[in-house]
Every structure is written in C-alpha cells, then in structure tokens.
C-alpha cells in the first residue's frame, strides 16, 4: 500500500471530510495535523473546564490520528526517518495516555509542541519541493 493510501486510509479512520479524496499526501499530513493540534487545543480546554467526557473524546481523537500517522508511514522507503517518527509517535500516545490519567497539561504542551515540530516540517515541505530542479529525461 503506497503512503497516499495509507495517509487515505488514516485520516478517514478518524472522520475526514470529503475533502480528503481530492487532496495530494502531503496535504493528507497537513490535515491529519491540523485534526491532532486541534485535539490536543481541544483537550487542553476540557482540563482547564474539568470536563472529563471531553477531555476523553479529545485524546482519544488525537491518539487515533496519531495511531494514522504512524501507521501511514513507510519504513522501506522512509528509512531511518520512519523509524524516528515511529517512535516519536510511540512517545507521544504514551505521554497521552499520562496527560489523560492525571489531568496533567504541561505533558499536553510536551506532546503539543513535540509534534508542532513534525507538523511545520510537513508545512514546509511543499515549498522545498518546489525549489528543488526536476530532471529531464533523456
């Protein structure tokens, strides 16, 4: 299964919008991380307010796409970098699964900022791409 796929695949496990059938894998990304920063800014919102229900489905959303990215990636063609945001994404459900259980916002932040990361080098890369030549073939 190709990552244009998976990412499919992965962001409409977590309730995508039809927008999703006609957007290219970088954009696929670009939206699974909009979903999950909005998750966590949600989550941060129901701790603040002790709502537990919605802390809950907030997490419980973010995990769920963070479980899409990680399992769209490909570890063929992605190499050591694959393996990197494996583990990073391991991390980040596990400090979830702790920022849940003790109403902890600083993790969330962790976790927030940890992906912030990932996310604005997937923001950059269509301009990176559109920098570099394309060869011509002979």
């Known amino acids: 299964m190709t990552l244009n796929k998976r990412a499919l695949n992965a962001y409409r ?12 894998r970088i954009q696929l990304v670009q939206m699974l991380f909009d979903g999950l920063l909005a998750a966590l800014a949600d989550a941060e919102g129901h701790m603040q307010r002790r709502d537990i229900s919605g802390k809950g ?17 490909d ?25 849940s259980l ?9 976790v927030r900022d940890l992906l912030s990361e990932v996310n604005s080098a997937w923001e950059m890369l269509p301009n990176i791409l559109k920098a570099e030549p394309v060869a011509m073939a002979s």
Request: aromatic share 6%.
């Open 57 to 73: 489905e907030s997490i419980s959303r973010a995990t769920k796409i963070i479980i899409g990215l990680q399992g769209s990636l």
């Open 102 to 110: 003790r109403n902890d916002i600083t993790v969330l932040h962790e």
């Open 75 to 99: 570890f063929d063609q992605g190499g050591e970098l694959a393996r990197n945001l494996n583990d990073l994404y391991d991390y980040c459900t596990r400090r979830l699964l702790k920022a």
């Open 13 to 24: 496990s977590v309730g995508a919008s039809s927008a999703v059938s006609y957007a290219d």
